[in-house]
């Protein structure tokens, strides 16, 4: 059984670790000068090199034949033995599974032992914040006096959990996630060397889903390669991944510019039948309209939506995605999500509304008239009226002053609107 495509693949040299360039040109310039920090802290997202780097460093302090870019040959001794992980030189502890004091203990008493004439005895530690607060203790005094020749290299994913008299003693670099244009290209030659075709759009969407982890991409590439048959499709990772396609928010563009209400009903039914995640659905529709929010700010319209609207709707369903993913009854929150999408075309503004009505303020203001119109009277009415009573004194009517003649003014231009609509 072949290996994986995260092992296979995994970085022999510096210049195979991608989107982390500064780190590694430190961590090279540190091995030519021979100005090694007695502890090394790696902490970034998962997937994004930091027990790869750990391992780098080891191979180069301890490689026979190191090129003068400071880069470990692979194919001394040395080199195969930690590449293969039967090196007497490293000693890897996985901090979440051997995280207790006597554990560091046994590190500690036997690092001084077996460093050769040049070598370098390195420990690396991965999830180091794992480690219990005894065994924290029982690594410091190590730290603070470390033997010859021996170096500490602690991987995490979060390093706020690391105690601070441990984190004092690092030299500390933190790896960012890789860019996504860094993943595709990975993920190309992978599946190149495979002898593999694959859709442009199925890589973009793996490494969307990859979320700059390089380890998850390979490993999510593999998922779909095992799923394919013959040619990897965009299709095929909307399969396997329970991924909504793109052309369902089109549809839902489509609506919105038709005001067609029924719509949503029939696309969460659809996505619901489909076996398609919901989450990845919603998350997908934040996306798109930010992707539209982005088109206006650059002057690119997005029909159907205006400015205003897609900017409001944008912050809404930031707001709306936490409340989705607490939800009891996802695909009813998800209905009258896509409803209050659709409905937002006939809804304007507040600041909109501000306007215009500050518009119509600075109007000069129009003359009253008077309605002119003759009373329609019966035979009776016309006849001429016995002498009566002088009538009371008529009410007072209200006016209205110029603000409130802007409102109704206002009022009735808008109720025309919506009428019309």
Known sequence: MSASSSRRYRPQRFADVLGQDPIVQALKNAIRSGRLAQAYLLSGERGTGKTTLARLIAKALNCSALTTDEEPCSQCSSCLEIAN?????????????????????????????GIGPTGYKV?????????????????????????????????????????????SRCQRFHLHRIPRSLVIQKLQRIAKELEIPIEQGALERIADRAEGGMRDGESLLDQVIAFADGKVTEKDVETVFGLPSKASYQRLDAAVQSGDFAFPFTLVEELYQEGKHLIHFFEGLVDHFRAIVRANLQGTDRPPYRHEQAMSLFSDLVR?????????????????????????RYVLPVDLLIKRLEALEQLPPQPQQPPSYEPI??????????????????????????REETLLQFAAVELEGIIKR
């Open 85 to 113: 992980g039967t090196s007497l030189e490293v000693i890897e502890l996985d901090g979440a599974s051997h995280r207790g004091i006597e554990d560091i203990r046994t590190i500690t008493e036997g690092i001084s032992f």
């Open 123 to 167: 420990v690396i530690v991965d999830e180091v914040h794992m480690l219990t607060k005894e065994a924290f203790n029982a690594l410091l005094k190590t730290l603070e006096e470390p033997p010859p020749r021996c170096l500490f290299l602690f991987a995490t994913t979060e390093p706020h959990k690391v105690l601070p008299t441990i984190v």
């Open 320 to 344: 709306r995605l936490d409340l989705f993913r607490q939800a009891h009854h996802p695909r009813v929150f998800l209905e009258e999500t896509l409803l209050h999408i659709i409905r937002s």
């Open 377 to 402: 009277l019966s035979e009776e009415q016309e006849r001429p009226a016995p002498a009566l009573a002088p009538s009371p004194t008529p009410k007072q009517t209200h006016t209205f002053s110029p």
